[in-house]
């Protein structure tokens, strides 16, 4: 399983996973079409299905345009209101592409109808993969906008928490200087924080994206995966 980091918009991340074997891909979250196209074309790929985390259109301002330039196209998530939405999914239902396994884990709290994708491969020592959508980012989370702070608790912390601790967590925004930095003023004596911000700052100088990070990483300075920690 390859996949592919694309920032765009101001600070959005949209990614193509691809099934080195079949040549299939999967994008998940399609905010610039033509973008994907021309990295779908450098990788010789076929693009079948897109995942959308939620419906917020810097998210989803891509599938319309998508679906038209190829019929065909599958655009899943678990939110009817995702454009050009064909397939809609409930939590904890698997997907297959090829030797790519695809859990479904609804995530609300950044929306009602957040979905998370939880992502590994037959017979590969690579570590799983998180695409996180706006529910976990590196050192933080979204904003609870639809539901209560309560629900955003049980999709991080009794969800998302509970993966294995090397999965890799791809993200959907481009936020971690001012997570940590917010993680900072929570946990001062913090030093995986401390030095999380110096490797961020560093990445940041150098345009270079902070993702992915891991879940075992978020354990250690992540404050919304923290609460319950007797230092906070």
Known sequence: MKVK????????????????HTREAVAVDVAVPKRLLEITAREEVSLTTVLTTHHHWDHTRGNAELAHLRPGLEVMGAD?????LT???????????????????LTPGHTTGHMSYFLWE?????????????????????WHLEDTAQQMYQSLAKILGTLPPQTKVFCGHEHTLSNLEFAQKVEPCNNHVQAKLSWAQKRDDDDIPT????????LLYNPFLRVTSHCL
């Open 211 to 218: 993702v992915p990070s891991t879940l075992g990483e978020e």
């Open 5 to 20: 980091v694309i920032p765009v918009l101001e600070d959005n991340y949209m990614y193509l996973i691809i099934e080195e």
């Open 80 to 84: 009817e209101r995702i454009c050009a």
């Open 87 to 105: 397939r809609r999914l409930s939590h904890g239902e698997e997907l297959r592409f090829g030797a790519i396994h695809v859990r479904c884990l």
């Open 122 to 142: 037959d017979e590969c020592p690579d570590p799983p993969a998180l695409f996180s959508g706006d529910a976990l980012s590196v050192a933080g989370c979204g």
